[in-house]
């Protein structure tokens, strides 16, 4: 069964403090995506990577950075916390850009 | 710039009434739209999608039409069930980068 495993539900961080949301895929896949997902909003997507080593800044890309140093792993980087970053954040993974199988979601408040 | 539009963004039916969502996109190169079905405390699933070079498209009791004259497609769900309550989410793939953009998401209630 294809899964997308975020590491964490919920995270609870402090303004300022660098935090991690780490994403794994066991499905080979070579696309994965970052979104954040906020009310009347949708999904809004935060960067991008078509490769190892690669990475694409998406439509929100400012506060965030990622790493992908392996196919299967997809880390997304809050370097400095605020609270605007409070927010629900999805990975998801695909072999084409055509469908997409997402995480579970981790839950981020900011305080 | 690049953009869909869905509505409504929230939804109330009878069980066994039909649903429809309605979804607009800016950019006439877009040829692939995907819907999403996002339950409470998971992460969005893939229940139908649809190529541009097809108008219809159904999987038992959903639906999906394009019109891309017009640049919009919707999803329909026929003979409703409380468990189709849920949060749904139109996307439109976009040549450039190929990356999908989602509607803002339409929450379903379905009550018995």
């Known amino acids: 069964d294809v899964k997308v495993t975020q590491s964490s539900r919920y995270l609870v961080k402090r303004t300022g403090e660098k935090v991690f949301l780490e994403c794994v895929q066991d499905?080979?896949?070579?696309?994965m995506f970052w979104y954040r997902q906020d009310p009347g909003l949708g999904l809004r997507l935060i960067y991008f990577s078509y490769d190892v080593k690669m990475k694409e800044k998406g439509d929100i890309p400012e506060g965030y950075s990622v790493s992908r140093e392996k196919k299967e792993r997809f880390s997304l980087i809050l370097e400095s916390a605020s609270t605007n970053q409070t927010s629900m954040y999805l990975c998801a993974s695909s072999s084409g850009p055509a469908v997409a199988f997402f995480g579970q979601g981790t839950r981020l408040t900011v305080v | 710039g690049e953009n869909v539009e869905q509505h409504p963004s929230t939804l109330s039916v009878q069980e066994g009434d039909s649903a429809v969502i309605k979804c607009t996109y800016s950019?006439?190169?877009?040829?692939?739209f995907p819907w999403y079905k996002q339950e409470l405390g998971k992460g969005p699933q893939l229940i139908i999608d649809?190529?541009?070079?097809?108008g219809e498209k159904k999987d038992q009791r959903i639906a999906v039409t394009l019109n891309k004259t017009a640049k919009h497609f919707s999803l329909h769900i026929t003979e409703t069930q409380p468990e189709d309550s849920a949060v749904y989410f139109c996307?439109?793939?976009?040549?450039?980068?190929?990356?999908?953009?989602f509607g803002q998401g339409t929450e379903l209630s379905v009550k018995p």
């Open positions: 996307a439109a793939r976009y040549n450039q980068g190929g990356k999908l953009i």
């Open positions: 950019d006439s190169a877009s040829n692939y």
């Open positions: 499905m080979d896949h070579e696309n």
């Open positions: 649809i190529r541009s070079n097809v």
